[in-house]
């Protein structure tokens, strides 16, 4: 599975943005797709996963009730909606796909997009 990422940019508090994740192979429906992110300094966190079919969901406390994450398997793409944008969300958003549902360690995941940057300014 390769997977791109985009829709970052600068947007000011309390905004929103609505990230994607293309992705190809023929592995992508059956996988399982999480969002994570990685602000300077810090060790890349998670912040979203869904299962391989779109139906169950999981989210960071940091962003549950503001994010949305989304599936779909005939794009080969996944969403990522980000709503009421803080400052402390601004970070490298990276997607990875993997076997295990709604799994939140780095490690589980095989395969990552090379990022895209979200600035959330005050």
């Known amino acids: 599975v390769q997977l791109q990422a985009s829709g970052g940019g600068l947007v000011q508090a309390g905004g929103s943005l609505r990230l994607s994740c293309a992705a190809s192979?023929?592995?992508?429906?059956?996988?399982?797709i999480g969002w994570f992110r990685q602000a300077p300094g810090k060790e890349r966190e998670f912040v979203a996963a869904?299962?391989?079919?779109?139906?169950?969901?999981y989210y960071a406390d940091s962003v549950k009730d503001r994010f949305a994450i989304s599936k779909d398997n005939a794009k080969n793409t996944v969403y990522l909606r980000m709503n009421s944008l803080k400052p402390e969300d601004t970070a490298v958003y990276y997607c990875?796909?993997?076997?295990?549902?709604?799994?939140?360690?780095?490690?589980?995941?095989?395969?990552w997009g090379q990022g895209t940057q979200v600035t959330v300014s005050s």
């Open positions: 990875a796909a993997g076997n295990f549902a709604l799994a939140t360690p780095v490690a589980s995941y095989n395969y």
């Open positions: 192979g023929r592995t992508f429906s059956s996988s399982a």
């Open positions: 869904i299962n391989w079919s779109g139906s169950s969901t």
